[in-house]
């Protein structure tokens, strides 16, 4: 079993990850992170908890984050498709190529729906790699892991960014809008706080993140 709770996803309703199993660290920290959320301050739901390991803080929350992500875009499958979304953007300056720097070492332009596909696997490969995210107790983080991490988010922001660009109108119609804008709201202040993507990359939402950190 894992310590951060990796489970199967479903290629096409990209269904969750499940939750860390009982009795672990990361089950420990997921309960900390709902009580915090449930008290409804997302500035203290972010911080890292007295004595906690700030590693095991980013990859517990990198699970959560990449399940919030996946639900969102899940709503969405129907309506983001190759001929709605040909490319990867977020409005009309910022296009977003694949490349993973294994398999595709040369970005790629591909629709939107192939990007996050692509991406969804990265992640989840990322995740399941044991030299990248231990999954057992007191085994150490590697060097590269705040990379890592770093570059997770870097990826799942352009999710975000596509969804508000693209799909603002139907997450409206669908009565998401609270909900994705909590989400989104928990994600800018965990990043923030934590240094996780550089300013540059925030821009095509940065006018939303201002209002968020209130800057």
Known sequence: MSLFGLGSRNQKTFRPK???????????????????LGSGNLREAVRLPPGEDLHEWLAVNTVDFFNQVNILYGTLTEFCTSSSCPT?????????RWADGVNIKKPIEVSAPKYVDYLMSWIETQLDDESTFPQNLGTPFPP???????????RLFRVYAHIYHSHFQKIISLQEEAHMNTCFKHFVLFTWEFRLIDKAELAPLYELIESILQL
């Open 144 to 154: 590269n892991f705040q990379d890592v991490v770093k570059t997770i988010f870097k």
């Open 18 to 36: 499940k939750n860390a199993p009982s009795g672990s660290k990361g089950a420990q920290l997921k309960k900390h992170i709902d009580a915090t």
């Open 88 to 96: 990867m953007s977020a409005g009309p300056k910022y296009e977003y």
